[in-house]
């Protein structure tokens, strides 16, 4: 421990000596001006300006206007971003003297900006990896009541549930703990990854805003994110002046399972300083299928949260506390009913700076502390508790240009504790420690830019109860490319990245023994097991015009060491009973053994490792037909197999193909959906096949803009034909069908 210790905090005492290193003198030199404005001539205040070469950043103040100054005579290029806006990137020559440049932004429904793909915000567009934004216009329209239903029409996107409580998001059939979901960037510190009866404790409602990463994003973010990410941005503590109080609330009623919800947010400030406060709420009744009523599928959530911070020129610091408390059921074989009652402290700190003159541009500081429990009720009586407290801390440095070479250094540690005590304390307390340190370089041309970088991370997880500790060293490194065919006007790139990346055992992979209701197995881990080694290769083209947004991405991922689930015959663990009893230092009989002598109703799997292929496609095109009239369509697939032998892996999703259209007069939009799942076949082990079907949407929005408020009204009916469907990636899809006709009201207002 002690070596963990004092590496963490040599490896961010480096880092933060680098920061005090960056007040240098100010560069001398010519400046550049200009004035960011819409489609039509309308100023576009707040608009993010950056100088590339040299990850300079400003905003535009209210009329549109920006400046620089202290630049070097020569070529640059400036790329402007707005939230729903097409990012435009101009080359401009500054000289000795004052140059200028105005630049107009057009409307773009699918290329927002993405501020958690690189360590320098980035556009969308722009991005080495694909990757989809949920804009606060979007979550109107989408809104659901978890962030795994929310999600699953994006593509690449599936939804993991055990009844609607704990729905979470899949991503290219990656799922636990291959896929990271984040509050702010920082770790959620619950359960979710864990089991399938695990949900993430945050309300939807309360984004502003939710980005998701398709792909490996290891080397900024571990080895957690060896799928992809989820990054849900509240916005808790403030980043940039508030003056005018900015805030929101989002209203919802739906008719199946009678779902009620509202969240809201405010900030209150002076110019430098700033607060955050909101909160909010939701609940639902057990939802009806085609087929009737899933008893015990309930849920209810509140949430509080209040932050505050200072906001200089080129720098900010602040803090935040929320409070998360939710209950929702389990619908399950045995008799009686189990819940599960999450509870979350998220305790957060943030300082960073930006613009800066020295040797750093800019530098962001973090510390997230989590205190998460939860407990699983049979009726009133608890079962098991859960507690799962974590540590995070991380330092991003982004040094001064040299050249055509800009980037980033970083270092990051994590401590966990967990326990469970009760009937499915199916593993002992265990510690993990974690420190990392990493790597993030840029060179660009006019037409090209090149990024690699490298993450080095060193893990320690300590069980109790005399089971064998683990210690992993991996190497993450990544390699990506953008480029810009000359005469296209930026409207049209090709994206690729090569990653290499890891992701060491989960402890449930390493310790868990014993009959796990959460998984509808008897689980049987191994404490011998290797870090999961991918190489993967992603190839996106993307293009806009006038009329068209559109995206096309070929993946391949092979995971040497890919740990599943392996079934296990009666038989098969009878005859091993002794080397299990061996291996975690018990006898079968204390772990909760059945009549049967094969450990009651749940059939047995142990956590075992194979190389494996994941490949696929995916799609995405918005298509203006006429000035009223748009389409819309997504299409993705993956296939993913055992290298040994071509058998398909576990749960793994369907091709889908949505499609829709929509019309648009003045304030109001009408349209409809349609998507299409077909069925999957290709099976693993016992798994059952499902079939393929079609389900229909409809939806009318109304938006009213007032000044700077802007409020809408959303009426959506989902599974419009109520039509009886299973979802392949939910647990208990062989017992119970999907959520039949659902219409849903959303009001939410922004100022």
């Known amino acids: 421990m002690a070596r963990y210790t004092a590496t963490r905090f040599s490896i961010l005492a480096t880092l933060l000596a680098f920061v005090a290193s960056a007040g240098l003198a100010f560069a001398q030199g010519g400046s550049l001006t200009g004035t960011v404005t819409r489609a039509g001539g309308d100023p576009m205040g707040g608009a993010a300006v950056v100088v590339e070469e040299l990850r300079r950043e400003t905003r535009t103040a209210a009329d549109g206007t920006y400046r620089f100054d202290g630049l070097a005579p020569g070529e640059y290029h400036v790329s402007v971003r707005a939230e729903g806006y097409s990012s435009r990137r101009t080359e401009v020559s500054v000289g000795s003297a004052a140059a200028t440049l105005d630049i107009e932004v057009d409307l773009d429904l699918h290329f927002a900006e993405v501020l958690s793909v690189s360590p320098n915000p980035k556009a969308q567009f722009e991005s080495y990896q ?275 070479l800009a980037g980033s250094i970083g270092g990051w540690f994590l401590n966990r504790e967990f326990s469970a005590e009760g009937e499915e304390a199916l593993s002992p307390p265990v510690d993990q420690k974690g420190v990392a340190a990493f790597l993030y370089e840029e060179v660009a041309w006019p037409h090209f830019t090149f990024q690699f970088g490298g993450r080095r991370d060193r893990t320690s997880v300590e069980p109790a109860g005399g089971l064998p500790g683990r210690d992993f060293t991996e190497f993450s490194t990544s390699v990506g490319a953008l480029f810009r065919p000359r005469g296209a006007n930026d409207n049209f790139v090709i994206a690729a990245s090569v990653a290499r990346a890891a992701r060491n055992p989960a402890l449930e992979e390493l310790y868990f023994f014993g009959p796990h209701a959460g998984n509808l197995t008897y689980e049987i881990g191994n404490p011998d097991l290797k870090a999961e080694r991918a190489n993967g290769f992603d190839l996106s083209l993307r293009g806009r015009t006038s009329r068209v947004r559109s995206e096309l991405t070929v993946f391949y991922n092979r995971i040497d060491d890919f740990i599943f689930r392996s079934p296990l015959s009666d038989e098969e663990f009878e005859e091993r009973e002794e080397e299990f009893d061996a291996r975690f230092g018990v006898t079968h009989d204390e772990e909760g053994e059945g009549e049967d002598g094969h450990g009651g109703e749940f059939p047995f799997a142990e956590y075992q490792a194979t190389d494996a292929t994941l490949w696929g496609l995916e799609g995405h095109a918005d298509v203006t037909l006429t000035s009223a009239l748009g389409a819309e369509f997504t299409w993705d697939m993956v296939r993913a197999e055992r290298v040994s032998d071509g058998q398909a892996l576990p749960r793994i999703p369907p091709m889908r193909l949505m499609g829709g259209l929509r019309y648009t007069s003045g304030p109001l939009e009408i349209g409809g959906n349609v998507t299409g799942v077909a069925k999957q076949d290709r099976v693993f082990g016992s798994e059952l096949p499902t079939d393929g079907y079609a389900l229909l949407r409809f939806h009318a929005t109304y938006t009213r803009q007032s000044n700077r408020t802007v409020q809408s009204v959303t009426a959506r009916l989902d599974n419009a034909g109520n039509t009886l469907y299973r979802n392949h990636l939910n647990y208990l899809k062989d017992l119970v069908p999907e959520v039949g006709r659902q219409f849903r009201i959303v009001y939410s207002v922004r100022f």
């Open 130 to 404: 694909p990757t989809s934004v949920l804009s606060a216009e979007d979550l109107a329209r989408q809104l659901q009541d978890t962030i795994g239903a929310t999600l699953q029409a994006e593509p690449g996107v599936t939804m993991r549930s055990l009844g609607p409580g704990p729905a979470r998001p899949v991503i290219r059939g990656l799922d636990g703990d291959r896929v990271l979901v984040m509050q702010d960037g920082q770790r959620m510190g619950d359960l979710s990854s864990q089991s399938g009866d695990h949900g993430v404790p945050v309300n939807p409602a309360s984004a502003q805003r939710i980005e998701v990463v398709r792909g490996p994003a290891t080397l900024l973010y571990g080895a957690n994110a060896i799928g992809g990410l989820v990054n849900i941005v509240t916005d808790q503590i403030p980043t940039e002046k508030v003056t005018a109080p900015p805030g929101s609330f989002t209203f919802n009623l739906g008719s199946n399972s009678t779902p009620a919800g509202a969240a809201g947010d405010v900030h209150i400030g002076n110019g430098r300083f700033a607060m955050h406060f909101g909160g909010g709420g939701q609940r639902a009744d057990s939802y009806f299928t085609p087929d009737g009523e899933v008893a015990n599928s309930q849920s209810r959530s509140g949430f509080v949260n209040v932050g505050g911070g200072y906001t200089g020129d080129k720098s900010y610091a602040g803090f935040s506390y929320g409070y998360d408390d939710t209950k929702y059921g389990v619908p399950v074989l045995e008799e009686g009913q189990i819940s599960l009652t999450p509870r979350r402290h998220a305790f957060s700190a943030r300082t960073g700076g930006q613009g800066l003159d020295g040797l750093l541009t800019s530098y962001r500081a973090t510390l997230g502390v989590r205190r998460y429990q939860h407990s699983e009720l049979g009726g009133t009586d608890v079962g098991t508790t859960f507690k799962n407290n974590t540590v995070e801390g991380e330092v991003l440095l982004s040094h001064k240009p040299a050249g055509r």
